[in-house]
Every structure is written in C-alpha cells, then in structure tokens.
C-alpha cells in the first residue's frame, strides 16, 4: 500500500511564504510525476504545479513566479514553496503522485489528504 502524507499549510498574511511538503511512502518502486493541486471553496480542482523524475517542472499562469516546485527523489518527497501568496491562493492543497508499486504492472495515481492554505490579512 502506498500513501502520501502532506504537511506545512496554515495561515498566512497576503505577501508571505509557506512550503507544503508531501511524503509517499510504502512498498514504492519508482515514483514518476508529483504535483501539487489545489481547490478553492466552489471550485474545481486545479492543478498548480507539476514536476517530473527528471525535474522538469510546470506551473499554471497564476503562480508562475511565486511557487516552486521541488523533489528529492532518494526521499520519495516533493515540495511546493509558496512565495508573495495573495487571497486568491487560499485553497485546500492536494498532493498528487504517479506511483509503481511493488506488484503492479503500472504506476497509478495516489492522493495526499489535502492541507488547508488561509491567506488573510
């Protein structure tokens, strides 16, 4: 079995930092891409960032140059540093991983439980 543990959301003032940090863990082969989406209160989940094995990264327009993207893949963790958050950022933040478990044949989709982000003055 295989899990994703998250951690690091919280309540922030607009213009402040937070990095989010997700764990997959469990009989893991290989983890393929990792990303990070996130859903505001009626919304539709978004994704807000994805980065590959390899460290090819992707972000939608609206964060691109305030967020980043990481990995460290010998920890099977990626994070999200969230730099100039703004209201709008507010969401709950989900972590996403294509995993190759031990026994499968492919990698599936694993979710984390989700990490609640407040900006508010």
């Known amino acids: 079995q295989v899990q994703l543990v998250e951690s690091g959301g919280g309540l922030v003032q607009p213009g402040g930092s937070l990095r989010l940090s997700c764990a997959a863990s469990?009989?893991?082969?290989?983890?393929?891409?990792m990303g990070w989406y996130r859903q505001a209160p009626g919304r539709q989940r978004e994704l807000v960032a994805i980065?590959?094995?390899?460290?090819?990264?992707d972000y939608v327009d609206s964060v691109k140059g305030r967020f980043t993207i990481s990995r460290d893949n010998a920890k099977n963790t990626v994070y999200l540093q969230m730099n100039t958050l703004r209201s709008e950022d507010t969401a709950v933040y989900y972590c996403?991983?294509?995993?190759?478990?031990?026994?499968?044949?492919?990698?599936?989709?694993?979710w984390g439980q989700g990490t609640q982000v407040t900006v508010s003055s």
């Open positions: 996403n991983a294509a995993v190759l478990g031990s026994g499968h044949l492919a990698p599936r989709d694993y």
């Open positions: 469990g009989s893991i082969v290989s983890v393929n891409a």
């Open positions: 980065i590959l094995s390899g460290g090819t990264t």
